[in-house]
């Protein structure tokens, strides 16, 4: 399964064995992680909505354009969504090419368009209160 959106954590061996492939000479891994600090305030959890069924396809339609657009033999893409306690795996961009530089720019490409265009939501709680992310803003949930 080279899309998902799950609230289960990622295994990076079954992730990567739907990719592995004799012609590919390198795998770039980009994993996003809860991180405990954002904008000057402690981070407790993140909770990931998420539109499942939208999200799905904008991530194959990412895939799909990735490939299109890299010299890149494969991608995956995988989200979670739910509580997420620091720590936790948040999204996982995995892409295989012959060289490393197309897989290097092909995963950067594809978390910057995930980011932008799938209909996934973040609230973070922090000591300070929760707020909703929206790029670099910070909306309190009322």
């Not at 390198?26 to 991180?35: A, H, N, P, Q, T």
């Not at 998420?50 to 010299?71: D, V, W």
Request: charged share 35%.
């Amino acid at each position: 399964m080279k899309v998902k959106i799950t609230k289960e954590p990622f295994d990076l061996n079954e992730a990567l064995s739907y990719l592995l492939v004799p012609e590919a000479g390198g795998y770039v891994f980009f994993l996003g992680k809860v991180r405990n600090e954002n904008h000057g305030r402690k981070v407790r959890k993140l909770i990931y909505e998420a539109y499942e069924e939208m999200a799905i396809e904008e991530m194959e339609r990412i895939r799909r354009e990735a490939l299109e657009k890299f010299p890149i033999l494969d991608i995956l893409i995988w989200h979670r969504y739910g509580e997420l306690s620091v720590g936790e795996d948040t999204i996982l961009i995995i892409a295989s090419g012959k060289h490393r530089k197309e897989a290097f720019e092909a995963c950067m490409w594809a978390i910057d368009e995930v980011k932008r265009r799938v209909p996934v939501w973040k609230r973070e709680v922090t000591d300070e209160g929760i707020f909703w992310i929206e790029g670099d803003k910070l909306v309190p949930d009322k």
